[in-house]
């Protein structure tokens, strides 16, 4: 069983590899593991709603592309 788990990288960027790996896996029909991960008060806002809304905002980006 082969699973895909291109990730972007907080604040809502994606490196050039993790977009070839999801548009690829897309292709082939194989199921992506795709979570957004931002880290409070490094990666992503201070507070708790910023960071959800920021989290929820990279997880609809993967759906989107």
Same mark, same amino acid.
């Given at each position: 069983?082969? #699973?895909?788990? +291109?990730?972007p990288t907080s604040p809502l960027t994606h490196e050039d590899t993790a977009l070839e790996k999801l548009l690829y896996s897309a292709e082939l029909g194989l +199921? #992506?593991?795709?979570?957004g991960c931002p880290i409070m008060g490094s990666s992503g806002p201070m507070d708790i709603y910023g960071s959800i809304v920021q989290g929820n905002a990279e997880n609809l980006m993967g759906l989107v592309i």
């Open positions: 069983f082969l #699973i895909s788990f +291109p990730e +199921p #992506i593991n795709y979570c």
